[in-house]
Structures are given as structure tokens and as C-alpha cells.
């Protein structure tokens, strides 16, 4: 992925949608329409009952999601009937209870398959995913890790082992728009680079162009999802153009 999508020194737009909010139809023209936006990858978020990490906007849209019937099934065959027709990278964002339950090795299989080049991951600790990492690896996905402020010593080990890119959580907490950007991140990313040389991307907070622009002076990719999740709240059906156009604005501050 990061011979692809990280070339040239440009910097990276990675916007998140939760998949199947409002249905799975909206997700398949949101997709489309980042594509447009020119967003270098798309991470989908496997709607989940219990998203420890996210903050009240994307937790009301996995309840979302789910009530309107959303499967792990349904969002499969949705991306193998479109990937032919999306230039951007694909990422699925996921808990690994889903994982486990439909059973590591197809799941693995079937996300490959329908043409997802890797897997974010952010309840299963570093130390704990061989079981994961085994078939990602067999199946040629990445396991993308996350760092945090809170990472600490954790981090040159992580950056080590490390590929596709590393999801650099900004701020502690869960995501959700916020004012500012910790500088803690800047330090982060800079031991990170130390270790390994992986493109740094930022996520947890990113929320306008403005702070999007800023954080990309120093990121190599950012992250945006509470933002462009509100949106689907608030328009539902009708958010693809608002979507698009909020897209836009933000790719271009980035690059």
C-alpha cells in the first residue's frame, strides 16, 4: 500500500464512513464519491455493538448501521462489486470481536478477496496479534498499528514492525472532533520515522480543513471520520453530495 499511496512526497487524504449507515446503498455511493474527492484510502468501519474506541457520533452510527441491517456479509459483496471502478486504497476499520466471530482465517480470506488491502484494529494490542497477523500476512493484507501519546517506549517497537502505514492516534480518548491538536503527536512521529521510515498518518479529532492542512505539515496522511459521519447523520440518504463537497475542501488543504 505505501508503495502505491504514499509516493512522491504527497501527502495522504484518508476519510472513515461507517459502513452501512444509512444503508448499504449510501455506503456504496459514499464510496464512489471520496473516490471522486480523490482521497488516497477509504477506511470502512465494520458496524459493532460495542465500539470501545469511538466516540458518541460513530457509536450512534454502528447502531445505526446495525438496526438497518448491516452485515459483515453485505458490506463483502457490496466492495467486490464496485473495486473494479475505485482508484483509492480500501481499509476496513474493525473490532476483533466481528473477526472472531466469523472466524479468522475466512474472514481474512474473504476481505482479500473483495479486494480490501488491509485492516485496522484498534481494540487488539500489539503484543496480542500474531493470531491475526498470520493470516493478514498469508492473504497479503496489512494489519495497520496504532500508536498513541500514550505508547511511549511501545513505539519504536511498534514503528519497527510496522507496514502499509502507522495510525497515529492524536489525542487520548475515543475519536470525535476537537479544537486543537495535541503537539504531542509532532513527537510521536518523529520518534516513529527514528525506528522505521513508514508513512505516519493522524486520526482522533481531525474535524476542518483548517486543522487538516496544519496536521498534514507534519503527517504524512490524514485521518477523517467524526466529521464526515455527522454529516451522514445529519442528511442521511441525501449526504453524498455534502459528503463530496466537505471532502473536497479537505483534500485540498492536505495536499
Do not use: W
Not at 481474512?108 to 481494540?123: E, F
Request: charged share 25%.
Amino acid at each position: 500500500m505505501n508503495k502505491i499511496l504514499f509516493k512522491d512526497g504527497k501527502k495522504a487524504f484518508i476519510p472513515f464512513i461507517t459502513g452501512g449507515d444509512p444503508d448499504i446503498e449510501t455506503t456504496e455511493k459514499l464510496i464512489f464519491a471520496l473516490d471522486k474527492a480523490k482521497a488516497d484510502i477509504i477506511e470502512i468501519g465494520i458496524p459493532f455493538s460495542d465500539p470501545v474506541a469511538e466516540g458518541p457520533v460513530i457509536e450512534a452510527a454502528s447502531e445505526r448501521a446495525l438496526k438497518a441491517g448491516c452485515t459483515v456479509d453485505k458490506l463483502f459483496e457490496m466492495i467486490t462489486r464496485i473495486r473494479g471502478e475505485i482508484n483509492a486504497g480500501l481499509v476496513f476499520m474493525t473490532y476483533y470481536n466481528p473477526i472472531f466471530a466469523y472466524g479468522v482465517e475466512k474472514f481474512t480470506a474473504k476481505t482479500k478477496a473483495c479486494g480490501v488491502d488491509g485492516l485496522i484494529v484498534p481494540d487488539l494490542p500489539f503484543e496480542e496479534r500474531d493470531e491475526l497477523l498470520k493470516p493478514c500476512v498469508a492473504n497479503g493484507l496489512y494489519l495497520i498499528s496504532l500508536i498513541a501519546p500514550t505508547s511511549e517506549e511501545r513505539i519504536d517497537k511498534i514503528a519497527k514492525n510496522s507496514e502499509g502505514f502507522l495510525y497515529c492516534v492524536s489525542s487520548l480518548g475515543v475519536t470525535g472532533e476537537r479544537d486543537k491538536i495535541g503537539t504531542s503527536v509532532k513527537k510521536m512521529i518523529s520518534r516513529a520515522k527514528a525506528a522505521n521510515n513508514i508513512p505516519c498518518c493522524v486520526g482522533f479529532g481531525i474535524s476542518n480543513a483548517e486543522q487538516a492542512g496544519e496536521t498534514a505539515k507534519f503527517a504524512d496522511g490524514v485521518i477523517v471520520g467524526s466529521a464526515i459521519v455527522k454529516l451522514v447523520e445529519q442528511y442521511g440518504r441525501d449526504s453524498v453530495q455534502h459528503v463530496a463537497e466537505f471532502a473536497e475542501k479537505i483534500n485540498k488543504a492536505v495536499k
